[in-house]
């Protein structure tokens, strides 16, 4: 089984400043990786992942993560931040090797954007 | 579209009472999972379906947890004996196939007295 770490519980920050939240994973077996976003009062939503292919992967809102295998690393930045940013970030992993996306998720980390 | 829904969204309960959860997934999805999130930590995997049968229940802490999705779509997270321990959010998630992104819906909380 996987185990995932998110280190940082809460990250506050101020609005237009970059932002980096870690997630580390336990396995070197080839994994799929993902990051979750729970914006207040809402369900999880996909925000991006890595499948396959360039290690840098990108979102639709000017997130990105990056794809450290020998670090065993999945860490997602934004180089500048907005109010509409806080939410909670989940960084979530999968096995290759099993026949369907069986999710290990960190315990998940708040970021709190201030204006 | 209708997204994932999940029914109710806030059910309290004594110890020792039973609990259904409902889970409504997206149409057409085949793939339906079941997760348990406490406070503070990430969803916890509980249970895979692939259309009707349950693909893989390892996450199921102990027999007092069942789940069923008897015609492929609809799934039901059956509890006995509630526990104070089993007070958690229970997430549901559904995809078109198993290596596909998971929508997840927005959860029910359930608080054991």
């Known amino acids: 089984a996987q185990s995932v770490t998110q280190l940082d519980s809460q990250v506050p920050v101020f609005e237009e400043a970059p932002v980096e939240l870690r997630c580390n994973y336990s396995s070197s077996v080839s994994v799929y990786l993902f990051w979750y976003v729970q914006y207040p009062n809402q369900g999880l939503q996909l925000l991006l992942k890595?499948?396959?292919?360039?290690?840098l992967v990108e979102s639709i809102n000017g997130f990105e993560a990056e794809f450290n295998k020998s670090q065993t690393s999945f860490h997602l930045r934004k180089p500048s931040v907005h109010i509409s940013d806080t939410a909670e970030y989940f960084c979530?992993?999968?096995?290759?090797?099993?026949?369907?996306?069986?999710?290990?998720f960190g315990s998940g980390t708040k970021l709190n954007v201030k204006p | 579209g209708a997204g994932v829904s999940q029914t109710p969204s806030n059910k309290v309960t004594e110890k020792g009472k039973y609990v259904e959860l409902r889970c409504d997934p997206i149409s057409g999805h085949t793939a339906l999972y079941w997760y348990r999130q406490s406070l503070g930590q990430g969803p916890e995997f509980l249970i895979y379906?692939?259309?009707?049968?349950?693909?893989?229940d390892s996450g199921l802490p102990n027999d007092r947890f069942f789940a069923v999705r008897p015609e492929g779509s609809v799934s039901t997270l059956k509890i006995q004996r509630t526990e104070r321990g089993d007070s958690a959010v229970y997430l549901c998630?559904?995809?078109?196939?198993?290596?596909?992104?998971?929508?997840f819906g927005p959860g029910t909380r359930l608080t054991v007295l």
């Open positions: 998630a559904s995809s078109p196939g198993p290596h596909n992104e998971q929508f």
């Open positions: 379906f692939q259309g009707t049968g349950a693909a893989d």
């Open positions: 890595y499948l396959s292919g360039s290690t």
């Open positions: 979530a992993v999968s096995d290759q090797r099993d026949n369907f996306n069986k999710f290990y």
